[in-house]
């Protein structure tokens, strides 16, 4: 069965310090990816995601992700972490079962940040 | 565009009682999600709708779990004969249709049930 695996349960960083989280999937062939973030009382919101092509990808908030086939991860990062980036942040992958495409989501790291 | 709505926003109900929860999608999208969330877990796919057809629905939990979407606009979910289990945060998402898998959800804020 397809997984994801966010490995990390909390992250602490101090604000200006950079962020690497996790994540790993379990899947036959290429999925899509996505990373979405959610703030407390809010909707889950795309910060980013893979098909196919450059596997370095941009996306909102000076977010960045790389995908890496050969260890099936696809890791979030951002250079300088912002107090107002603490939040719970999930990997996702989507993938065909049956004729449908299915999402499958990762339990979520949640990230603090220090002043 | 509003984005996408959930009522309630918070519902507390006694064990063996129905509940339904509405899901206003944005209007031009016709691809509708209901996900279930419990404490410390990610989002967990229940169904999903294109228009007014359900496309998936072996993922509801049980049978207690229903959904509609009648008009191919705003959707419902129901759970009968609730359980304490039933606790947890629904959400609800909608997006436009692109290629299959690849598109972008847009979340509502989810609806709290407290199941007494």
Redesign the interface.
Known sequence: AQSVTQPDIHITVSEGASLELRCNYSYGATPYLFWYVQSPGQGLQLLLKYFSGDTLVQGIKGFEAEFKRSQSSFNLRKPSVHWSDAAEYFCAVVHASGGSYIPTFGRGTSLIVHP | DT??SQDPRHKITKRGQNVTFRCDPISEHNRL?WYRQTL??????LT?FQNEAQ??K??LLSDRFSAERPKGSFSTLEIQRTEQGDSAMY?C?SSPHLR???E???????TRLLVL
Not at chain 2, 40 to 45: A, S
């Open positions: 984005g996408v999600y410390g877990q990610g989002p967990e796919f999903y496309l998936e072996s993922r959400l998402a299959e898998g690849r972008t959800q847009y979340f509502g804020p989810g």
